[in-house]
């Protein structure tokens, strides 16, 4: 199986967690979203122990909200000791309704408007990533008019193509995210960031990517990251004390994508970034990554019934199901491929079905040729692997469409952590 949370019963059903797929669509509905609350906890772990092994304490994993954001998650991530990452005002209402501390929220975002900033400050988030000159100025003058110096981060775009999509390619020059290298920007940058008294200057942030698998990206950043370090020891005696390289670990979501083994690249990039440092007479920086896909991806699982078979002779099948664009709209988007299995039985006669959602739209298809059995027909239940990251978080409305919940699978037990969205929910905001 894909992952080893994903298995089947010895009557073909489905489990996910240990549980019984088609027993949790009968309960709770469908479309659903689970996930497996102790992977998330295990992917936590694992980030947190690579990185207490390569720089003690001197290093902090800050889960990226955006993957999979509501309540549940920031508790998990509050009792892990995990730091987070948010970009909008709704990310830190949530995280902070969830109980987590302000302190270890790093507020990121390339167009922050001046009430998110206002907002960020007012509930004493810990570190503002500012993204632009611009958003310099505004973060200074709301913290000098709170009497405050506020931590921040500078956004650099290093130059460097994490050979990935190109729509999730953000470490090239001509991005909209961060300050250029190439152009001398940064440098500016840094000099005006330095200028201002309300702000604490505590180092750099960059971002390559998403779904990295190349060995080396981390490493190549570093190489630019530090070689910008010593520029700014020598020229300005700057010390960046918190160097944050972004997030981007790939993960599996079909059997031929390769498996990622993170702790060993946490471990390569420690020493790669040691090794520079040393040679460039720089203190190691405080370390932080911002992890999000890695963390939840493969904790979650989407499941859906079979609303209709189209056979079109000679053309194609469709297994029509009750969501699609609306609860994952990943394929509409970059093309992404997704590992999807019959949650009720295993046959040994399949065919090759385009499974697709119930929105207006021809293209709202979840997964082209995938092959179920072929007998499959209205009311069974189909699984979407590998749906933790970007999917409730991407989620929307289309057609007045209710967002599926979110069940939590925990100790052998289900328990909803986000309720199934009704049509007076949906109609509640509409006067
Ligand atoms: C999206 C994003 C992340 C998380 O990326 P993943 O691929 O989910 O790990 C981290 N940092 C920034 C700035 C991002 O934009």
Do not use: W
């Not at 909200?65 to 830190?92: D, N, T, W």
């Not at 040729?369 to 999917?391: E, F, M, S």
């Not at 699978?409 to 986000?418: E, H, I, N, P």
Request: glycine residues 10%; charged residues 20%.
């Amino acid at each position: 199986m894909l992952s080893d949370n994903i298995t089947r019963a010895p009557d073909g059903s489905l489990c996910f967690a240990g549980q019984s797929v088609p027993v949790l669509a009968k309960k709770h509905g469908t479309p659903l979203y689970l996930m497996d609350e102790e992977r998330i906890r295990a992917n936590c772990r694992m980030y947190l122990d690579a990185f207490r092994k390569a720089f003690g304490d001197r290093a902090l994993p800050l889960y990226a909200g955006k993957a999979a954001s509501f309540k549940q998650m920031y508790r998990i991530m509050a009792s892990m000791g995990m730091g987070v990452e948010a970009v909008s005002m709704g990310e830190i209402y949530t995280a902070l309704s969830a109980g987590y501390p302000a302190e270890t929220v790093y507020f990121h975002g390339d167009g922050k408007t001046e009430a998110d900033i206002r907002f960020a400050m007012e509930v004493g988030v810990g570190c503002v990533i500012v993204d632009n000159e611009h958003e310099l100025e505004l973060v200074s003058a709301e913290a000098a008019a709170r009497g405050l110096r506020q931590k921040v981060l500078l956004r650099i775009t290093p130059g460097i193509d994490p050979h990935t999509y190109e729509a999730v390619n953000t470490g090239t020059v001509d991005v909209k995210f961060g300050v250029p290298l190439e152009t001398g920007q940064a440098f500016r940058f840094v000099q005006q960031a330095l200028a201002l008294p309300a702000l604490d200057v505590a180092g750099l942030h960059c971002h390559v990517g998403s779904m990295v698998f190349d060995e080396d990206v981390f490493e190549r950043t570093i190489d630019i990251m530090v070689g910008f370090m010593a520029c700014l020891y020598r020229t300005l005696g700057f010390v960046t004390r918190e160097l944050d390289v972004g997030g981007g670990y790939g993960v599996r979501y079909t059997e031929e994508d390769k498996q990622a083994d993170i702790p060993a690249r946490i471990a390569a990039v420690a020493t790669h970034l040691k090794r520079l440092c040393t040679e460039a007479e720089l203190p190691l920086p405080f370390f932080l990554m911002e992890p999000g896909r890695s963390i939840v991806a493969d904790a979650g699982m989407t499941v859906y019934t079979v609303s209709t078979i189209k056979h079109i002779p000679g053309f194609k099948r469709y297994a029509i199901v009750d969501g699609g664009m609306g609860d994952n709209p990943r394929y509409c988007l970059y093309g992404s491929k997704y590992t999807v299995l019959h949650a009720d039985r295993e046959a040994d006669e399949t065919a090759v079905f385009d499974l697709a959602g119930r929105c207006c739209e021809s293209g709202d298809i979840l997964q082209p040729a995938v092959a179920l059995p072929a007998d499959t027909c209205p009311g069974d239940h189909i699984a979407v692997c590998t749906t933790g990251a970007y999917n409730y978080s991407m989620a929307s409305n289309y057609n007045r469409l209710g967002r599926p919940p979110v069940v939590m699978l925990r100790d052998g037990g289900a328990f909803t952590a986000v309720l199934r969205e009704s049509v007076e929910d949906i109609c509640a905001l509409d006067l």
